[in-house]
T-cell receptor, first 115, second 114 residues
Framework: ETGVTQTPRHLVMGMTNKKSLKCEQH?????MYWYKQSAKKPLELMFV???????ENNSVPSRFSPECPNSSHLFLHLHTLQPEDSALYLC??????????????FGEGSRLTVL | AQSVTQPDIHITVSEGASLELRCNYS??????LFWYVQSPGQGLQLLLK??????LVQGIKGFEAEFKRSQSSFNLRKPSVHWSDAAEYFC????????????FGTGTRLQVFP
């Protein structure tokens, strides 16, 4: 099992669809993140969960809805998306207790295309 | 405002040549600095980081970076580039013990010619 696994790797959806992205980490970390990666723009932090509580929500539109049922799983529920939401969505995890390394461990991303 | 600037969008080098990728930051507090690499179709992987101490830090895959506080820079270097180094490189800055506040640059795409 790789450290951080994201599914699906590719997703095409219409503007009226509802879909979900899934992230699973096998590293024993206690924090999980969703980032949006668009061409020629810095990575945008969307949501942070620490110990399963949301601690960061960077003014993300309500059409994106995160869920963290436990410290190993993170979901991003998508509904009524816009074409400009097409991007690579990256999940990451980290350990925020004990010895601090500051390192984020990323999954390979879910490439989302909104038609 | 806090920001990270990577002035070079795209760099092309020949295999075996030396490499320097630039990173400048603007940050109000003592910065923690990171370089990440993203190979095609992959997520980001940490190359190296600077928290304190020696301003020249060594990372994985033969990379190093030097923190220069007076220039607000954290440039990434490699003495001899390999074809497998072709990827996108991201510089990031954050505060102590606050990974969820990392600010990333826009990235530099490295192309390596044989």
């Amino acid at each position: 099992e790789t450290g951080v696994t994201q599914t699906p790797r590719h997703l095409v959806m219409g503007m009226t669809n509802k879909k979900s992205l899934k992230c699973e980490q096998h590293l024993g970390h206690n924090a999980m993140y969703w980032y949006k990666q668009s061409a020629k723009k810095p990575l945008e932090l969307m949501f942070v969960y620490s110990l399963e509580e949301r601690v960061e929500n960077n003014s993300v539109p309500s059409r994106f809805s995160p869920e963290c049922p436990n410290s190993s799983h993170l979901f991003l529920h998508l509904h009524t998306l816009q074409p400009e939401d097409s991007a690579l969505y990256l999940c990451a995890s980290s350990l925020t207790s004990g010895e601090y390394t500051g390192e984020l461990f990323f999954g390979e991303g879910s490439r989302l295309t909104v038609l | 405002a806090q920001s990270v600037t990577q002035p070079d969008i795209h760099i092309t080098v020949s295999e075996g040549a030396s490499l320097e990728l630039r990173c400048n930051y603007s940050y109000g507090a003592t910065p923690y600095l990171f370089w990440y690499v993203q190979s095609p179709g992959q997520g980001l992987q940490l190359l190296l980081k600077y928290f304190s101490g020696d301003t020249l830090v060594q990372g994985i895959k033969g990379f190093e970076a030097e923190f220069k506080r007076s220039q607000s820079s954290f440039n990434l270097r490699k003495p001899s580039v390999h074809w497998s180094d072709a990827a996108e490189y991201f510089c990031a800055v954050g505060a102590w013990y606050n990974t969820d506040k990392l600010i990333f640059g826009t990235g530099t795409r490295l192309q390596v010619f044989p």
